[in-house]
């Protein structure tokens, strides 16, 4: 008679099917989705458009396996424990009061996780705020309840006034960049607090009143993005678009030619091959459109 494979043979042999169905599920789930192993293994963060966007994009990857390392070793413990300290039998299992240099791991551990997180932190929130002297082009933004105005420092319009784009109640404001430049942005707002927010900068800066704020960016694609107030600012607050466009240099260059010339900003927009108007829209309020009609 022959004997058959022992308990413990059995046992990791369902192991390994196991792990092997999971796996299976896994890459099969994610061919499912359409979404590519890149995006699988950003653990959630979007793409950025900017320097600064690669470098919190990077921490935050590595924040991630960093946490997935811990939990995985404490996980591992825990199953261990369970496994081998299960009860065997009526006895009580000897107690230990102290372990001193378990004591001494559980401080330390933690304080080294903590002291490296912060070292990360600190060195790319510093090149995040980080600003320059003298950036290529300097934009003043302007929130106000409840639209944005664009105001493009060291520029002159017809009426010998710096050139501007202003957001109405029937037009979304488009601000026009140039792509592979340094751009510092000068926050400002008459009234409350808002937030300027382009979600694929992966950033956003409050505009406080009576407090410039500032921050700098590289625009290294070119395209059209929305962008929002990320700050609830009053009633009309979800109404509070506008589009940030990146173009070419040259091609920001003859935008601000023919703003100077006295053409608007869809006009100047459609001269350089743009689409003349944002591609977002404005959320329609039948309330407040039958209170202005009246």
């Not at 037009?171 to 009234?191: C, G, K, M």
């Amino acid at each position: 008679m022959v004997a058959g494979p022992s308990l413990s043979t059995r046992t990791r042999r369902s192991w390994s099917r196991g792990v092997s169905l999971a796996v299976t599920a896994a890459f099969t789930l994610v061919a499912l989705s359409g979404c590519s192993f890149s995006d699988v293994f950003a653990f959630g963060w979007p793409e950025g458009i900017t320097p600064q966007a690669e470098r919190m994009y990077d921490m935050w990857v590595g924040s991630v396996i960093a946490a997935l390392v811990v939990g995985v070793f404490v996980w591992g413990l825990i199953f261990w424990c369970v496994v081998r300290y299960r009860k065997r039998g009526s006895e009580l299992p000897p107690q230990t009061r102290y372990n001193l240099p378990l004591e001494i791991l559980y401080t330390v551990a933690p304080f080294l996780v903590i002291a490296v997180l912060f070292y990360y932190t600190a060195i790319i929130q510093s090149y995040v705020d980080e600003t320059s002297e003298d950036p290529d082009v300097t934009v003043e933004v302007v929130g106000f309840q409840w639209n944005w105005e664009f105001i493009y420092t060291g520029t002159e319009g017809p009426d010998g006034e710096p050139i501007s784009t202003l957001g109405t109640d029937d037009y979304i404001p488009v601000l026009v960049l140039p792509a592979n430049r340094t751009v510092q942005f000068i926050e400002t707002s008459p009234d409350v607090i808002h937030s300027f927010w382009v979600p694929e900068l992966l950033f956003k800066r409050d505009v406080i009143p009576g407090y410039e704020n500032r921050f700098e960016v590289t625009l290294q694609e070119e395209g059209a993005y929305v962008g929002r107030c990320a700050e609830l600012c009053g009633t009309y607050h979800a109404q509070m678009n506008f589009e940030l466009r990146v173009v070419s240099w040259e091609e920001y260059q003859q935008f601000l030619e023919l703003r100077a010339e006295g053409a608007s900003t869809p006009e100047a927009l459609e001269a350089i091959g743009e689409e003349p108007y944002a591609v977002t829209t404005r959320p329609f309020d039948t309330e407040r459109d039958s209170r202005e009609a009246s």
